[in-house]
């Protein structure tokens, strides 16, 4: 297709964009509640009381959401492609930013569902209420790596959702041809 053919808007689905908002909103709490319960003292009561078991309600339903979002995106008659009118290698860098951050947004709750499994000291982990099945034996130097793995991963995370969102933002202000702007396809 010419560049000057292709359409200024080619949006995602509903349902789509709904989660990609929503699971957002999600993933910036968890690594704000994950930076900031791990730097409280243990002393404090509400990081084993509150901060820990909420953040593992909310990390496995973002799992779920995440999960559902690539049965959705797998399903769907059509997804966007990277636009045309980008340069190659901005087009290149935005399906290997969107594949790898889909596969960090799988593995690091994985990580920590494996940190709560294998932690001697640990409940398990509760889903809003309910124990979840611990799939791991306890072995606090398992654990030792699925925290350390788990925190890389979220930090390595967390700077491509930076990379997600300057690039966005590069389109939609700085670029100066307006059908480049990826920004529209998820409002």
Do not use: C
Request: hydrophobic letters at 50%; zero cysteines.
């Amino acid at each position: 297709m010419n560049p000057i053919d292709q359409p200024t808007i080619d949006r995602y689905p509903t349902s789509l964009r709904v989660l990609h908002w929503v699971r957002a909103v999600l993933i910036l709490g968890l690594l704000w509640a994950g930076w900031h319960m791990t730097g409280l003292n243990d002393e404090v009561a509400s990081k084993y009381a509150l901060y820990y078991p909420w953040h593992k309600s909310f990390g496995v339903l973002t799992f779920l959401l995440v999960l559902t979002q690539i049965a959705l995106r797998w399903r769907a008659p059509s997804i966007p492609q990277p636009l045309e009118t980008l340069a190659p290698h901005e087009r290149m860098l935005s399906r290997l930013t969107q594949r790898v951050m889909y596969a960090l947004l799988v593995i690091v709750p994985l990580m920590g569902y494996s940190m709560s499994s294998t932690y001697t000291m640990s409940d398990g982990v509760f889903f809003f209420g309910v124990n979840l099945p611990e799939l791991l034996p306890k072995n606090d130097a398992w654990f030792v790596v699925f925290q350390w793995l788990h925190k890389i991963l979220a930090y390595t995370l967390l700077g491509l959702i930076v990379l997600h969102v300057v690039g966005a933002l590069k389109h939609r202000f700085y670029d100066r041809d307006p059908r480049n702007d990826v920004l529209r396809r998820m409002l």
